[in-house]
């Protein structure tokens, strides 16, 4: 018989860990940590002495979760979801969407001079890539779309039922189906479920966006506001999370008139020539990274004196040294916008917009916040049961999970 177990995510933002147990079948879905508890107990000069102890105040999965599961899947690579890996205390296969980008993250934590030096897995850990379609006999990935590249949703085929655990997912992309299936390699999870007119049993589903005060941009929506944006000064700084590959091609697109230079050293190492399909594709700026492998580099210097619109793609978390950089290299600031992007609630991956802000207000720098969800909205769950008709509703992922349920079952 298969048991489902939600055992951390049910009434927060971040931390999903569910755990699935049929006949000698045991495996969960994601490693979720809680950022909203760790901003309680840490601040900047508060860290973690230790894994144990995030694990005694409930902010990574206690260790028993973790017995005699053979494999862990993460549906994307969020902190939220991915969490901390040296958590995992028995020796299982961990799924990750991208081996490259695992390894890169890995590599760039156990370098930290933060806590996040405590995140690495142990030894006994074995690490394996997803690919969409079957995982084994009875576990099917289909990707989803989300502000982390690549995204999967799991549907379990157990003993007596099927278990479809979303992960986080939007309905509404930057993308056509069509840019999505080329992108990812298979259809997304509404279109491969209409065309295989599968059952589902259990819909273990996230409702990030339920009962949230503010709503946050359609995809659609966020475009036409990004290419206004783009098209209103001479140069324009967007900053875009390194995961969310579909922001940044929304990005590029939006500034198909102006040159597009990114400025990063992280960003363009997962950056393939095909995620951009038929857009230009963007340049990476010498200043920042040599020798990336896929893309072609040009120099900001090249565009100072000339008259093209130029955006500059950057991460939040590089933005103020690249602005440093710019008012060191003479290059005004007086014509410049910045477009910082905001994909997803705090609580997925602790940032601080307000910092940043004040930066850009001291240094006269207009700003706009564009905040597209990497979530699907409420009015669109009809659509998904429509689709799904599960048996039972299992909210996830959510502050508002009675909500979930009751829309559900309206
Ligand atoms: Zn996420």
């Known amino acids: 018989m298969v048991k489902v177990q939600v055992l951390s995510g049910m009434n927060s933002i971040g931390g999903n860990f569910v755990r699935i147990e049929d006949g000698n079948t045991k495996i969960a879905f994601d490693n979720g940590m809680r950022f909203d508890l760790f901003k309680r107990f840490y601040s900047g000069f508060i860290s973690p002495s230790g894994v144990g102890e995030l694990r005694e105040l409930g902010i990574v999965p206690r260790e028993e979760w973790y017995e005699e599961l053979s494999d862990l899947y993460v549906s994307h690579l969020h902190m939220d979801h991915i969490g901390l890996p040296s958590n995992i205390p028995v020796e299982l296969t961990l799924h990750v969407p991208s081996l490259d980008i695992y390894n890169q993250m890995e590599e760039r934590w156990s370098k930290s001079p933060t806590w996040l030096s405590l995140a690495p897995r142990k030894y006994f850990v074995k690490v394996e890539e997803i690919r969409a379609g079957k995982l084994g ?29 979303t992960g986080d997912f939007r309905l509404t992309s930057f993308l056509s189906e069509e840019e999505f299936e080329s992108l990812c390699g298979a259809p997304s999870l509404l279109r491969y479920l209409e065309d295989e007119g599968m059952r589902v049993d259990k819909l273990v ?27 209103s000064s001479q140069l324009t ?17 939006a500034a198909q008139a102006s040159s597009v230079l990114i400025a990063s050293k992280v960003m363009p190492q997962f ?20 020798g990336v492998p896929d893309l072609d580099i040009a120099s900001i210097y090249d565009y100072e004196l000339s008259s093209e ?97 009751t829309l559900a079952r309206a």
């Open 309 to 405: 619109r130029l955006v500059i793609i950057t991460s939040y978390y590089e933005l103020i040294d690249l602005v440093r950089n710019l008012r060191e290299w003479s290059v005004s600031l007086s014509d410049m916008t910045v477009m910082l992007s905001e994909p997803e609630p705090r609580q997925e991956e602790s940032v601080d917009y307000e910092a940043l802000l004040r930066w850009m207000d001291i240094l006269g720098i207009l700003t706009y916040r564009v905040r597209v969800s990497g979530h699907y909205y409420p009015f669109e769950l009809t659509k998904l049961i429509s689709t799904v008709k599960p048996k039972q509703v299992i909210p996830i992922h959510t502050q508002h999970p009675r909500l979930v349920l």
């Open 205 to 231: 589903v996230e409702g990030t966006n339920f009962g949230v005060g503010k709503v946050p941009l359609l995809a659609d929506e966020g475009f036409k506001l990004m290419e206004r944006i783009v098209g």
């Open 137 to 165: 006999d009875n576990l099917e990935a289909i990707p989803v779309s989300h502000s982390a590249f690549p995204a999967y949703a799991f549907l379990y085929h157990g003993s007596d039922e099927t278990v479809l655990y």
């Open 271 to 290: 950056l393939r020539r095909d995620m951009f399909a038929e857009l230009e594709e963007p340049l990476v700026a010498e200043e920042y990274v040599k």
């Open 237 to 253: 700084i967007a900053t875009s999370h390194y995961l969310d590959v579909e922001f940044l091609r929304a990005v590029v697109r």
